[in-house]
């Protein structure tokens, strides 16, 4: 079955780092896009951030050089390390699975998230 | 950056066609995807490249995309529809966008 787990939520204070960890199962996350997405209290669906099957990376603004996506592939796992911490950072964050159909994955406007983890919860606050 | 513009909320009686629109300049040039939210989960994807249905979505799920105007259409709408209703584009840049989302309220 085809899953993703996320885990390393916490509350912590403006400032601090954190690391959130996407454990997959049923798929190679190394040979498919992989992405962040949050959602503030209340709020809409934000994306985050992207790391493509070939390791180009991409970061919304809002985290741009603070934020730092990465994967393990022995272990099957994707990572946002998140630094310098803001309460505007105060989010649920899900990993998702980025998959494309037919002949149009060379095309990267048509991948989909597919496969969403359940997310964890990040409070950032003193 | 794209923007995509969704109105807040929509409602409709059970049984009848809910229409939700997604704005953006010429995004009928660009592939649209929509995914269902409901309250405490995880988003689900609904619709794939303008139009296309994943495995296990209904039938009464169906998209399309002209213009600038992309739209999610769920014909015989039912109590458990009920959702948040996301439209997803990717921007020039190899950014994913997201619209703000329409609230489905079942009457």
């Known amino acids: 079955e085809v899953q993703l787990v996320e885990s390393g939520g916490a509350l912590i204070q403006p400032g601090g780092s954190l690391r959130l960890s996407c454990a997959a199962s049923?798929?190679?996350?190394?040979?498919?896009?992989m992405s962040w997405v949050r959602q503030a209290p209340g709020k809409g669906l934000e994306w985050v951030s992207v790391i493509y099957s070939g390791g180009s990376t991409y970061y919304a603004d809002s985290v741009k050089g603070r934020f730092s996506i990465s994967r393990d592939t022995s272990k099957s796992t994707l990572y946002l390390q998140m630094n310098s911490l803001r309460a505007e950072d105060t989010a649920v964050y899900y990993c998702?699975?980025?998959?494309?159909?037919?002949?149009?994955?060379?095309?990267?406007?048509?991948?989909?998230?597919?496969?969403w983890g359940k997310g964890t919860t990040v409070t950032v606050s003193s | 950056s794209y923007v995509l513009t969704q109105p807040p909320s929509v409602s409709v009686a059970p049984g009848k066609t809910a229409r939700f629109t997604c704005g953006g300049n010429n995004i009928g040039r660009k592939s649209v995807h929509w995914y269902q939210q409901k309250p405490g989960q995880a988003p689900v994807l609904v619709i794939s490249c303008d139009s296309d249905r994943p495995s296990g979505i209904p039938e009464r799920f169906s998209g399309s995309n002209s213009g600038n105007t992309a739209t999610l259409t769920i014909s015989r709408v039912e109590a458990g529809d009920e959702a948040d209703y996301y439209c997803?584009?990717?921007?020039?840049?190899?950014?994913?966008?997201f619209g703000g989302g329409t609230k489905l309220t079942v009457l």
């Open positions: 997803q584009v990717w921007d020039s840049s190899s950014d994913v966008v």
């Open positions: 998702a699975r980025m998959e494309c159909t037919g002949g149009r994955c060379g095309d990267y406007s048509y991948y989909y998230m597919d496969v």
């Open positions: 049923g798929f190679i996350v190394s040979r498919n896009y």
